[in-house]
T-cell receptor
Framework: KAGVTQTPRYLIKTRGQQVTLSCSPI?????VSWYQQTPGQGLQFLFE???????NKGNFPGRFSGRQFSNSRSEMNVSTLELGDSALYLC?????????????FGPGTRLTVL | LAKTTQPISMDSYEGQEVNITCSHN???????ITWYQQFPSQGPRFIIQ???TKVTNEVASLFIPADRKSSTLSLPRVSLSDTAVYYC???????????FGQGTTLQVKP
């Protein structure tokens, strides 16, 4: 089975722009979670989607949003980029996190904001 | 919400067994314990998951005491390629939220 894929792998944007990142889960997985990783704050949970609905959300401003499509693929969007948004953005998929299923991570998208 | 605490770093030599302990004092009844390995600029890779007692797979063992307030990841006979950061996030049973601590940087020396 193919693993979690994320596109693009690298991205450079300037302050004020917006960006959309994509995540394709493992086939059959219905839950997709997004995380931000920075050297200062570590790995932090952004949000989780299941069956096209946001089921849980972390403590990030409204500039961070996401959605999930009927094929379980997910996108996250960051609007009005700030320098502090530079990070590795990771998505993870699982069958269903509500029953403790394992989350499998993708390779991440490295976002640099200039 | 449960928070995890691990040693910041550990050193070992090739061929040795390494045990990394994680503390998760206020773990909830339905929380699982999962360990991941991460190399620089890559996503965390799943190693092992458990709820209680002992779990073993082809790469590691996980020991969880009865009170579940800690867990120990055991890596038998480490090699240089095991140099990485190891995390023990708590998986809140009814959400998709993994709560990560700062991780343990394992350095394996020849």
């Amino acid at each position: 089975k193919a693993g979690v894929t994320q596109t693009p792998r690298y991205l450079i944007k300037t302050r004020g722009q917006q960006v959309t990142l994509s995540c394709s889960p493992i086939s059959g997985h219905r839950s997709v979670s997004w995380y931000q990783q920075t050297p200062g704050q570590g790995l932090q949970f952004l949000f989780e989607y299941f069956s096209e609905t946001q089921r849980n959300k972390g403590n990030f401003p409204g500039r961070f949003s996401g959605r999930q499509f009927s094929n379980s693929r997910s996108e996250m969007n960051v609007s009005t980029l700030e320098l502090g948004d530079s990070a590795l953005y990771l998505c993870a998929s699982s069958l269903d996190t509500s029953v403790g299923d394992t989350q499998y991570f993708g390779p991440g998208t490295r976002l640099t904001v200039l | 919400l449960a928070k995890t605490t691990q040693p910041i770093s550990m050193d070992s030599y090739e061929g040795q067994e390494v045990n990394i302990t994680c503390s998760h004092n206020n773990i909830a009844t339905n929380d699982y314990i999962t360990w991941y390995q991460q190399f620089p600029s890559q996503g965390p890779r799943f190693i092992i998951q458990g709820y209680k007692t002992k779990v073993t797979n082809e790469v590691a063992s996980l020991f969880i005491p009865a009170d579940r307030k800690s867990s120990t990841l055991s890596l038998p006979r480490v090699s240089l390629s095991d140099t990485a950061v190891y995390y023990c996030p708590v998986n809140s049973g009814n959400t998709g939220k993994l709560i990560f601590g700062q991780g343990t940087t394992l350095q394996v020396k020849p």
